[in-house]
């Protein structure tokens, strides 16, 4: 059994000590909720640990889903070097919890108050940031409510200064009730409000959690509805009942009202993380909040990466500064004098090596990711190393710059090329699924058993950093498959973009495929990323198909402009058919677009859809088609001239003759009659089909 030294938790760096045997220690870090699942785990040694213990053993202010634990566990993990299949410390009983095999016992240490120091992750450079922060909650305890939006380019460290401004929240001994939320890239899969609800249910866990609950009941019970465990069954039917007819509106009014009343007993921190993937009623709901007049104990922080000016987040948020309604932090590269002093902070009292912080800010450009990179690249080949804790050059500091990678990307490529073939493979393939991936859907496109891709992936999770265990996904037959994520999208890039083309495309097929396969009988549940995949690898019919599903789920979110948004693409990509098969694929992308325009009230770009169908049914002689979209049209039509519309039921109506099948003669002729009457009953003067003149002495 491997044996475990006293376990110790430093205030500052939340570190695992560990000891092989006495004489081997060695350091390593672990995020603080790992650790206190270790230490629950360890606390408990011997005996079955069931999940829901550890939930509300570690996160008794919090609610999580399963999978979060899942993701714990398997840090600890690969921490130890433990594997699932084969433990050596953490036996994992399913469906059931998890059990400390290994045997542990206590080891004296030389000098048992002395915290370890921090690797890396030390804040440096961002006082003025954290100033403006501390700023705006100073106003949020007396009543003025505040919405800081943090911006910066991917590693720049937006992350890192929310956590450094929640420690420091924390620290001061301020009573601030604090809920995180973040948003996830779904392939255009986003769920409405999902930020929201994370952070909500957060709260309804929290130790005043029962308060929280008792206030969205009263006030927001559209929001309590979304989290069935906290309530009981018969509460549950009373809520539906309650909520029936709900709005889209009357959810924002609940949720405004309850995070009010929520602030007013306990100042309130929301922290909103990644909102360049924020779906559109978050944007709303920021909205909302942002914009509101009474006082108020709330402050939400939003982090983002830069966004295309045509992202709604740009429009709200360039209006919010306008009317000075938000702040925004944009965070800048660190500076030499920063890079040096998280570098001096690792060598307390030590000079560093003459040019050696400017070398590093050269190589990594302020990025402190890329810094961090850098130093990993360079320490891997023994350029650099510590030596009682200074730092040590093998070589002069003008003979590294030519071998250091110029950038992050070239820091990866060399962490890559230690990689084995089949490890190399097995996450170019993963690469094209993005930068949160499955064994399931990509081991049989990368030629492995689900096993092996598994085995691959836990390894470089425990040994390169490269990739690192993210839950589960369920499949429609029930089957399980384990999720994995690359450390940043940076590190999926280069994967992704060191492949051909041809390569690309091909692989993107197979995932595609291994997909269709998973979800059969259930591709709405995927269809925005099924058609990715075969957009990218050419297959325009598939795309197109797929799109048209995915319309379908926006249409039924409410979401009608996201609709017209993959409808325009899906016709975009129907237009690369071959000519044979363009008319069966773009028919239905222009009756959905068509009919979506109308109900907007986009008459003109409705009634040139129509036309387009309906000159696409004339020319290849689909007339039952033809007969359709013409009286489809005269309803936008009408809004423009009476007369036209009515010339054009004329038309329908002499074309209705030619249909072969008579109950669809006899129905189209019926709408055509009926039409005029309609117009009669919409017009009184609101722009409608006037009585009937001359135009429509035939429909009498």
Known sequence: MKEFSPFRLDTVNQCLWRRVAPEDEQRVTLTPKAFAVLRYLVDHAGRLVTQNELIEAVWPDTYVQPEVLKYQIADIRGTLGDHPRNPLFIETLPRRGYQFIAEVREWETAEPGAPPTRHRGRLVGRDGELGTLRDCLRKVMSGQRQLVFITGEPGIGKTALVDGFQNQTVAAGQSVRIALGQCVDGHGGMEAYYPMLEALGQLCRSPAGNRVVDILATHAPTWLVQFPALLKPEHRQVLRQEILGATRDRMLREIREALDIISAEAPLLLVFEDLQWVDLSTV????????????????????KR??????????????????????EITLEPLGEADVAEYLGTESPGVSLPDGFPQLIHRHSEGNPLLMLAVLD?????????????AWRLSVPVEEIAVEVPETLRQAIEAQIARLTDEQQRALEVASVNGVLFSAGVNAIPANLDEEKFENLCDELSRRHHVVRWAGSREFPDGTLSERYEFLHALYREVFYWRQTPGRRAKLHQRVGERLEALFAGHEHDVAAELAHHFEKASDWSRAVRYLLLASDTAGQRFQPLRAVEILEHALELASKLPYSERTTSEVPILEKLAAIYAVLGESMRSIETYGALAYRAARNGLIDLQVRSLIDMAWPLSWISSQRSLEVLDQALQLSARQEDPLLRARMRARCFAWPLVARLESSGCGGVPQCGRGDSHLR
């Not at 830069?306 to 702040?327: F, G, I, S, T, W």
């Not at 690249?377 to 804790?389: A, Q």
């Open 284 to 303: 709303d709901l920021i909205s909302v909040l942002a914009r509101q007049r009474t006082a108020a104990k709330t402050m939400l922080v939003c982090t």
């Open 306 to 327: 830069p966004v295309a000016p045509e992202h709604p987040l740009k429009a709200l948020k360039r209006d919010l500064l306008l009317h000075d309604l938000c702040k």
């Open 377 to 389: 690249h360079m320490t891997g080949r023994g350029v650099i190393s510590r030596e009682n804790g």
